[in-house]
């Protein structure tokens, strides 16, 4: 006579699977998250401390820069600062006990004066300035300054009623501020969006331009970080969710 016999399934087996998942998806999933968590976290925290956060009170840096817009400005040694930049400075000469955010147009030794054909000139070359309205330095003419060593010459992009330099030429110095006052160069206007401020190509004559700093990776590092988390975060819902419609459809092929 036959022996009837009964196969069971080996001790374990099916447990790497289940409603919500194998063992080895809920530990990608798990360091998904961390890892996303590490990224998030950390590129507000480098972000934080290289950038500062600044509210531009007034239209002088329009139409780069509007009334309110809120600039995310990098903080730098004034050493550092070229031609072109848009700096964040205080100069008690200028504003007590506020921030003043103007672009640097001539540095120490330059000679700078205005206009020729409406554009500003420095070392006898006229420059082109895209991001002025229409392209054209509408300014007052000022006399030539000779701009001290250590010191900056700053204008707004506004030209028309701009505090800037041309406001303090009776100053002892001809309108500049020291190298030493300045606290930040501007990178990007984060709201409204506007995004990182273009290069100054017009000041590329007198050599390399400041690079933007670090803040497109920040952004890349935040954003890598967050997906992550919602990835890994979702991956349990998910698996659980397929897990429960797998055993609804079982049963009815075993019949």
Not at 68 to 86: E, F, H, I, T
Not at 89 to 110: E, I, L, M, P, Y
Request: aromatic share 6%.
């Amino acid at each position: 006579m036959g022996e009837s016999t009964t196969r069971t399934a080996p001790r374990g087996a099916g447990t790497n699977k289940g409603p919500v998942g194998s063992r080895a998806g809920q530990r990608l999933s798990g360091l998904a998250v961390a890892l996303g968590l590490v990224l998030f976290l950390g590129g507000f925290g480098w972000a934080a401390l290289v950038y500062r956060p600044y509210t531009v009170p007034t239209g002088s840096m329009t139409p780069t820069i509007g009334v309110g817009d809120r600039v995310l400005a990098q903080r730098v040694d004034g050493s550092a600062v070229r031609r072109g930049d848009v700096v964040v400075f205080h100069d008690k000469t200028w504003v007590q006990n506020s921030a003043v955010v103007k672009r640097v147009v001539a540095v120490g030794g330059d000679t700078v004066s205005c206009c020729k054909q409406g554009k500003l000139t420095v070392n006898g070359k006229e420059i082109d300035e895209p991001y002025l309205k229409g392209g054209v330095a509408e300014i007052t003419n000022f006399p030539t300054v000779k701009v001290p060593e250590g010191r900056l010459f700053l204008l707004g992009d506004e030209r028309q009623g701009s505090l800037d330099s041309t406001a303090h030429l009776t100053d002892a110095a001809s309108g500049t501020v020291p190298r030493s006052a300045v606290d930040a160069r501007v990178d990007a206007v984060i709201w409204p969006m506007k995004g990182m401020l273009q290069r100054p190509t017009g000041f590329e004559v007198f050599g390399a331009l400041s690079q933007p700093g670090p803040l497109r990776t920040m952004v890349l590092l935040i954003a890598v970080g967050a997906v992550l988390v919602l990835a890994g975060g979702a991956y349990g819902p998910i698996a659980k969710r397929m897990g429960g419609s797998r055993a609804r459809t079982e049963p009815a092929r075993a019949r």
